[in-house]
């Protein structure tokens, strides 16, 4: 991550933080502490890596309080330390501000490849990308940004500040608030799974509902959200989505939740706020999940969970050859039952 660099007193200036050491000390680069050179400002959040200060060639690393001295007088040469209740927190900030300073600015305005319905609205400092396609009756909210090959079809509404990756596809009245970020592959608004088995095949159910997601939304690439049956499918406020995640028809998710990737929910879910949920997790259908439940990866939950706290129950991972010894005694676990049982009544 290069670019011109910056005094400390810059960063201070825009993310404030307690400065030990030169205030024109410059750095180039945000690098982890074991990579960093000369050059580069780091943090320390975890204290499993706290062996790695003594050593770090960072010219600044972000610490908490508690480790000021030993940040400020590192490697017995000394160096300048950023001072804040939450390193990790002050690091996520400083990437924002960095990339900002990196990123090329939106270019307002419509590539002559896009096609955009004269019937559709496009507000003020709106970047359309090539290839993009804007539907009639679609609404594209200030400086929202449209990428190259996206789809915004009718009456879809995209909010304030949103930015749609290239190749996203936002369908017939579906919504995303403000200041969103949909990456690449993303699909919002594809019909449910819903069909009635009969004699002759399954009948489609037409999926008659739309997708409404809040602010500050965030979604991984390749995500898939579907839309509702009758009613809408709903992400609130703050939620954010991982790569390769399946949100199904009228699912709702709670604000402030976070989903790791290639986790499933199935139809008709609802999912509390301020919840967490792990890689490869699966929810099945028609389950209510409070506030604040934290899901480890790979578990599948299969009844509604009523109280907050954190819930588990993949197979315990460990070598292959005690696996199988392991799976095979679980197959005989009926048989023992039974065995055990007849032991009992003599």
Known sequence: MSSTSVALSELIAALGGDLLGEAETRVARIAPLDEAEGDCISFLANPRYQAQLGSTRAACVIVAPALAEAAAHRGGAG?????????????????QWWAARLRPAARAGVHPSAVVSPQATLGQGVEVGPLAVI?????????????????????????????????????????????????????????????????????????????????????????????????????????????LIQIAHNVHIGRNTAMAGCAAVAGSTRIGAN??????????????????????????????????????????????????KNAATLRQLHTLRERVRALEKK
């Open 135 to 243: 539907e009639a009756g679609a609404v594209i909210g200030d400086h929202a940004r449209i990428g190259a090959h996206c789809v915004v079809e009718r009456e879809a509404r995209v909010g304030a500040h949103t930015r749609l990756a290239p190749r996203v596809v936002l369908g017939h009245g579906c919504r995303i608030g403000a200041r969103g970020l949909v990456h690449s592959g993303v699909v919002i608004g594809a019909d449910g799974f819903g069909f009635a088995p009969s004699k002759s095949g399954y009948v489609k159910i037409e999926q008659l509902g739309n997708v409404t997601i809040g602010d500050d939304v965030e979604i991984g690439a390749n995500t898939c959200i579907d839309r509702g049956a009758l009613a809408d499918t709903v992400i609130e406020d703050g939620v954010k989505l991982d790569n």
């Open 79 to 95: 160096g300048a330390a950023i001072v804040t209740p939450d390193p990790y927190l002050y690091f996520a900030r400083l990437t």
């Open 275 to 324: 919840c967490t949920i792990g890689g490869a997790a699966n929810i099945v259908g028609h389950l209510t999940i409070v506030d604040g439940v934290h899901i480890a990866a790979a578990t599948t939950v299969t009844s509604s969970i009523a109280e907050p706290g954190a819930y588990g129950g993949p197979y315990p991972f460990e070598d292959n050859a005690s696996w199988r």
